[in-house]
């Protein structure tokens, strides 16, 4: 069974840094790329970032590019999202995808606020 | 980027019913377009896939189709389950989009 078990949200003060992780079981998690969806309270859906499945190629989202850094460690079946410079309108549930979105983590919430 | 615009933004309907929500793309997508299901407290579910292959054990009620810009999502003989927010999203190009959902409410 594919498993998608985010963790690492909280509160955070704005200007902080959060590593948000997500631990993938019950396929090949090197064979596939990943990405991270937000979603703000009360809000629909957005994407935030992708990387491959060797962890060479990264996009993302305009409103996160230059604070966030999405990487992987394949040995460890384990996705990350480093957040740095948060902002209020970072606050979300976080999910952990699977390529084609046909899989996803419970969500872990990020609230950033003083 | 790319904008997904759903409609209608929102949505009732009775228990037995067949609705349909449209999704429309600011430019053309190749058909790689994901209808989601998405109920409160819950991560979203992949529907449709390709805008008209069913997702592995996905009812058939739920059926996608359309091409080029314009798609849409049919859900027929609604059921109680079904009364949810449902998103579209393109695949084409990044920053992959959604639309901003439709809720279905029950009248």
């Known amino acids: 069974e594919v498993q998608l078990v985010e963790s690492g949200g909280g509160l955070v003060q704005p200007g902080g840094s959060l590593r948000l992780s997500c631990a993938a079981s019950g396929f090949t998690f090197s064979s596939y790329s990943m990405n991270w969806v937000r979603q703000a309270p009360g809000m629909g859906l957005e994407w935030v970032s992708y990387i491959s499945s060797s962890g060479t190629t990264m996009y993302y989202a305009d409103s996160v590019r230059g604070r966030f850094i999405i990487s992987r460690d394949n040995a460890k079946n384990s996705l990350y999202l480093q957040m740095n410079s948060l902002r209020a309108e970072d606050t979300a549930m976080y999910y952990c995808?699977?390529?084609?979105?046909?899989?996803w983590g419970q969500g872990t919430l990020v609230t950033v606020s003083s | 980027d790319i904008q997904m615009t759903q409609s209608p933004s929102s949505l009732s309907a009775s228990v037995g019913d067949r609705v349909t929500i449209t999704c429309r793309a600011s430019?053309?997508?190749?058909?790689?377009l994901i209808w989601f299901q998405q109920k409160p407290g819950k991560a979203p579910k992949s529907l449709i896939y390709a805008a008209s292959s069913l997702q592995s054990g996905v009812p058939s009620k739920f059926s996608g189709s359309g091409s080029g810009t314009d798609f849409t999502l049919t859900i027929s003989s609604l059921q109680p389950e079904d009364f949810a927010t449902y998103y579209c999203?393109?695949?084409?190009?990044?920053?992959?989009?959604f639309g901003q959902g439709t809720k279905l409410e029950i009248k």
């Open positions: 430019q053309g997508i190749n058909n790689y």
């Open positions: 999203q393109q695949y084409n190009s990044y920053p992959y989009t």
């Open positions: 995808v699977r390529r084609r979105f046909d899989y």
